[in-house]
């Protein structure tokens, strides 16, 4: 969930001292952003371990379960600049360094290796060891910020809005002219490897502008939702094959929020309608996601209750427009790969990524794939959820999790409260609601707890 400011659009119903909130990247924490500063409390048992009153607070992301916490605030005064990242450690209640960007801050994501900050037009990767810039990206306009870092250290790509469709797409008749921004916000995603600085795929998701985006923990599926919002589709990272597809409803709705499980065997679908679906990801098609975890940190990573491991490197921010950014050009960009589809796709229309990412089926993944109209796809019926659930109140703006320890699903609305529902495995079904606590109580308190450390 984004700030309120997002979330006033459209009649959303939300608690007005709530500005944001977020799972962290194991879904075991909830960050909470209000208009006096910002909470961490627990998933399982339910209670908060921190809490600072240091003003209105718009964004709050955790990285796992450590002490390092990434803040922007919301304006209210000269130092809450939406501007300006702090990076925070809890433990030590200090501030590790500030990153002042030159328009508004719209979404932070983090893993072990990467901080990533999404401005309107412009992303920023930085090496979270030491918060060095590394790398600049010019995007098309995004003003929903509708970016996903995996959690993942091995796997560590970024997902994003294409700037343009790809040359192979069949939803577009003429190739691009150049590769500044699009007019028209194209149904591709941009796969970018935030490890080696490079574009790796442009996977073709879907015929409507993109609205969501989500790559499971080890870094190793991607799953997308249009503006329609009716049909949710699952690929493989990163290589684009769409292994799932999965119908949410036959009216359209706006995505809130979608989300794996540990195991990438669940995936969690929020909209703005009541119902919450559970899908299930078939044994095989799926299996991708599973195998590394993310429990333990990645080798060399620092450790986070340590802030003299960040050095001193962190106070440069983002003003260096230096292109490709850390010690020299990147390997490779979004130019290189569109010309390099451009190339590969002049001989005909079966062209690599139309087949990779618009397979029809497991069995139809080959030339047949990529000669087929995009509508053809309409044919096959996507499968439906197999568990639900309905938020107690109507027009609230909701995020969900799936426990990596049980068989729930968390939900956390712009009300402010907290509900978890336990899963039949067996036979699907309605979920049954067994807790919900309010996220706001004692929000002005300050808490001296901090997260545990890895």
């Known amino acids: ?71 922007v605030g919301a304006g209210d005064r000269p130092a809450s600049s939406t501007r300006r990242l702090q990076i925070v450690n ?26 990533v900050v999404v401005l309107e037009e412009r992303i920023y990767l930085y090496d979270i060891s030491n ?11 995004n003003p929903q910020a509708i970016c996903a870092l995996s959690p993942s250290s091995e796997n560590s790509y970024l997902a994003y809005p294409s700037p343009l469709p790809s040359p192979a797409t069949p939803f577009s008749t003429t190739p691009p002219a150049s590769s500044s921004g699009a007019s028209n916000p194209s149904g591709d995603v941009l796969l970018f490897d935030a490890v080696s600085l490079s574009v790796t795929n442009i996977i073709q998701a879907h015929k409507a502008p993109v609205a969501h985006v989500v790559l499971n923990s080890a870094g190793t599926l991607l799953a997308t939702a249009s503006d329609k919002g009716t049909v949710i589709r699952v690929f493989s990272v990163p290589n684009g094959d769409k292994v799932h597809e999965f119908r949410r409803g036959s009216y359209p709705a706006r995505i ?18 009541e119902t919450v679906h559970i899908f299930k990801l078939v044994s095989g098609a799926g299996g991708a996601g599973r195998g590394k ?57 079966g062209g690599t990524l139309r087949k990779k990412s ?8 080959g030339s047949v794939g990529g000669l087929l109209p995009g509508a053809v796809t309409g044919m096959w019926d996507p499968q439906r959820d197999f568990a639900y659930l309905k938020v107690p ?27 978890s529902y336990a899963i039949d495995l067996e036979n699907g079904g309605e979920c049954v609601l067994q807790k919900s606590y309010s996220l706001l109580d004692g929000i002005g308190d300050d808490s001296n707890g901090s997260p545990m450390g890895d």
């Open 256 to 273: 809130f929020s979608i989300a794996f499980n540990a195991a990438s065997t669940l995936l969690c679908v929020s909209s703005d309608t």
């Open 293 to 349: 975890g993310v429990g333990g940190a990645a080798s060399g990573a620092p450790d986070w209750d340590e802030q003299d491991r960040f050095g001193s490197a962190g106070s440069s921010g983002a003003g260096g427009r230096n292109g490709g950014g850390g010690d020299g050009a990147p390997p490779g960009g979004y130019d290189a790969l569109i010309e390099s589809k451009r190339t590969a796709n002049q001989g005909g229309v």
């Open 1 to 71: 969930m984004t700030s309120s400011r997002s979330a006033a659009r459209g009649g959303i119903k939300s608690n007005p001292d709530l500005l944001s909130v977020s799972f962290n990247q194991d879904s075991t924490c909830i960050a909470t952003g209000t208009r006096r500063g910002y909470t961490i409390t627990n998933c399982d048992p339910f209670g908060k371990v921190y809490g600072r009153s240091d003003g209105a607070t718009s964004i709050v992301e955790m990285l796992f379960c450590t002490s390092l916490v990434a803040l």
């Open 358 to 365: 618009l397979s029809l089926g497991r069995n139809l993944a």
């Open 393 to 419: 109140t109507s027009g609230v703006k909701s995020v969900v999790a799936l426990s990596g320890s049980s068989p729930q699903v968390m939900v956390v609305t712009s009300e402010g409260v907290f509900y």
């Open 90 to 115: 809890t433990k030590r209640q200090s501030t590790i360094c500030e990153l002042t960007f030159p328009t508004t801050i719209l979404a932070v994501k983090l893993n072990r290796r990467r901080l």
């Open 131 to 141: 918060m060095k810039l590394l790398h600049e990206i010019e995007t098309s306009a």
